[in-house]
């Protein structure tokens, strides 16, 4: 099972997500949330995962994964 933790706010920005999408779909709400935690799951397998994106960040070492596309 993979292993990772939260940073601060990120368990609120998920409830934000979450009743954000609620407010029109429940079912969306709930599918999109398992989405994200799957991405989740994956990237601490494989925290190598994504590619740079030099035109928001400035260093090579923090890596862009879409969650949906």
């Known amino acids: ?7 601060p706010g990120v368990a ?4 934000g997500i979450w009743e ?4 029109d779909n429940l079912e969306a709400a709930e599918e999109l ?3 994200i935690y ?3 799951d994956r990237l601490a397998e ?3 995962l ?9 260093t090579p070492a ?3 994964w879409p969650v949906q596309t």
Request: no cysteine; hydrophobic share 40%.
């Open 20 to 23: 954000y999408v609620a407010a």
């Open 46 to 48: 494989f925290p190598r």
């Open 62 to 64: 923090l890596l862009f």
């Open 33 to 35: 949330l398992d989405t």
């Open 1 to 7: 099972m993979s292993r990772y933790r939260f940073g």
């Open 50 to 58: 994504g590619h740079p994106r030099p035109d928001l960040a400035h």
């Open 12 to 15: 609120e920005d998920l409830t």
């Open 38 to 40: 799957a991405q989740f």
